[in-house]
C-alpha cells in the first residue's frame, strides 16, 4: 500500500468518524424535539416583554444544532469525494451522501417556509394557524429523521466496506 492511498484511508476513515457523529446528533436530536413535542411548545410560547422569539433564544433547539449543523451533509459529501477510489463502499458512500442532502433540503424548507411563521412570530399564533404548520413541521421532521437514519445506516456500511478495500 502505497503512502499516499494509507493518507488517503485515514482521511476517509477521519471524515466518516465526523460524518457519523454529526448524523448521530442530528438523529436523536430531531428524535427528541418528536417525542417531547418541542415544536409545539415553543410555537405556544410567548416571548419575553421586549425581546423577540429567536432561533437562538431560550429554549430553542438552535442552541443545539448550531455548532454541529455545518458539519453534516459537507462530512457525507466529502466523505464520497474522498473514498470514492473504496470500490466496495462507493455505493454506500454516495447513498449516505443522498441522503445527507435530502435531510438537509428537508431542513432548509422547515427553516425558511415553516420555522418563521410558526415559531418567530411576535406573538403566538392562535391554534387555528398554529395546528397546520406543526403538523407539516411533523412530517417534514419525519423526513429528515429516516434521510439521517438512511445516512447513518449507509455511512455504518461504507465503513465496514472499507476496512477490507483500501486502495
Known amino acids: 500500500m502505497s503512502q499516499t492511498s494509507n493518507r ?3 482521511l476517509v476513515d477521519r471524515l466518516l468518524g465526523v460524518a457519523v457523529f454529526s448524523h ?8 427528541y424535539e418528536a417525542v417531547a413535542k418541542i415544536p409545539d411548545r ?3 410560547a410567548e416571548s419575553n416583554p421586549g425581546l423577540p422569539r429567536s432561533p437562538l433564544g431560550a ?13 453534516i451533509t459537507p462530512a457525507a459529501i466529502a466523505a464520497l469525494v474522498a473514498g470514492w477510489n473504496r ?3 462507493r455505493a454506500w458512500l454516495a447513498l449516505a451522501a443522498g441522503s445527507s442532502t435530502a435531510g438537509a433540503a428537508a ?7 415553516v420555522n418563521p411563521r410558526l415559531f418567530f412570530s411576535p406573538q403566538p399564533l392562535s391554534e387555528m394557524r398554529r395546528k397546520p404548520l406543526l403538523k407539516r413541521w411533523y412530517r417534514v421532521n419525519a423526513l429528515r429523521l429516516a434521510a439521517s437514519a438512511v445516512a447513518l445506516v449507509a455511512l455504518d456500511q461504507a465503513r465496514r466496506a472499507g476496512r477490507g478495500s483500501r486502495s
Open 87 to 89: 470500490s466496495g463502499s
Open 24 to 31: 448521530a446528533h442530528w438523529f436523536f436530536g430531531n428524535l
Open 59 to 71: 429554549g430553542s433547539p438552535g442552541r443545539y444544532y448550531a455548532p454541529i449543523a455545518p458539519l
Open 8 to 10: 488517503r484511508g485515514v
Open 107 to 113: 431542513t432548509v424548507y422547515l427553516l425558511r417556509s
Open 42 to 44: 415553543i410555537a405556544a
